[in-house]
Nanobody
């Protein structure tokens, strides 16, 4: 059974930083396609950052230069380093893994940025 467990969310002032973690169980971490999405109240879930084939990264325009996605294969964990946070980054953040033609999602972690 594949499980994704996120951590690291919280309340931070504008300009601050947070690092989200996503621990992925079992062999699903071998996936070449994983990433982070977010959903703000009243909005659709949107892509934040994606990593393919271990090192090819894609970012939403709104977070380029501020967020960095990475993975630690030794720890089966994916990260999202978020710097210079803005109030518009406030959302529930979800990690995602595409494994054997199935989508897996974490439970979500709340990030709130105060102005």
């Amino acid at each position: 059974q594949v499980q994704l467990v996120e951590s690291g969310g919280g309340l931070v002032q504008a300009g601050g930083s947070l690092r989200l973690s996503c621990a992925v169980s079992g062999s699903a971490f071998s996936s070449n396609a994983m990433g982070w999405y977010r959903q703000a109240p009243g909005s659709q879930r949107e892509l934040v950052a994606f990593i393919r084939s271990g090192s090819l990264t894609t970012y939403a325009d709104s977070v380029k230069g501020r967020f960095t996605i990475s993975r630690d294969n030794a720890k089966n964990t994916m990260y999202l380093q978020m710097n210079n946070l803005k109030p518009e980054d406030t959302a529930v953040y979800y990690c995602y893994v595409d494994w054997k033609v199935r989508d897996y999602w974490g439970q979500g972690t709340q990030v709130t940025v105060s102005s």
